[in-house]
């Protein structure tokens, strides 16, 4: 049987030495890059009345209406049938007098960085009257995020009809007459 000569088993073992650190060292490096994406986290939405609108003016996705105001895609989310997670600057209405506006990342992990407004809208524009995570309720006094914490996780607390939420005591096509009649609307 050949047997390897121990300098060559030296030098082997030297260079598997070498490759191990090498490689050991490589991470570390590859390390600081991945930390700078820190810096899209930082992108947020802090909403100002100025920020609402006619909803006329957003997409419509099924009953509600879908916009992102810092230019990302919102509406694709919104159409997937297997749900996603919302970008910053998304908001969402189904109702003029109410809206779920998507935070910064690490804004609440309990609403998924949602805050939710009600506001008082006129032809002169929007009033936000109470905005927040866990103290905003509807007109039928229902809080808004122990009703959307329902929807399953990948749905991202969209309700919509069938994401495991209790039903709103108003008819869908209530809802859109709602829109339809929004005083902001020109
Ligand atoms: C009783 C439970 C309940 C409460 C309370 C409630 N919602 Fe909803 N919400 C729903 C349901 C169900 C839908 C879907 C209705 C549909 O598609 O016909 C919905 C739809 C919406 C939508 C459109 C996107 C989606 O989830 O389908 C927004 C935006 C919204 N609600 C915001 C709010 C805000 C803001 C509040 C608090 C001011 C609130 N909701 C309170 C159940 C609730």
Sequence with gaps: ?????PARLARLAALLLFAACSSESAPGTADAPAAAPDSPAAEDLDATAADFECVLHWDQVGPYRVTNKLGHDAKSVALSPTGGTFPVGTILQIVPTEAMVKRRVGFDAASNDWEFFALDVSASGTTITTRGTTNVVNRFGGNCLSCH???MPQFDLVCGTTHGCDALPVSEQTL??????????P
């Excluded at 049987?1 to 000569?5: C, E, K």
């Excluded at 859109?176 to 609307?185: E, T």
């Design 149 to 151: 914490a329902k929807a």
């Design 176 to 185: 859109v007459d709602l829109q339809n009649s929004d005083p902001r609307c």
């Design 1 to 5: 049987m050949p047997t390897v000569a």
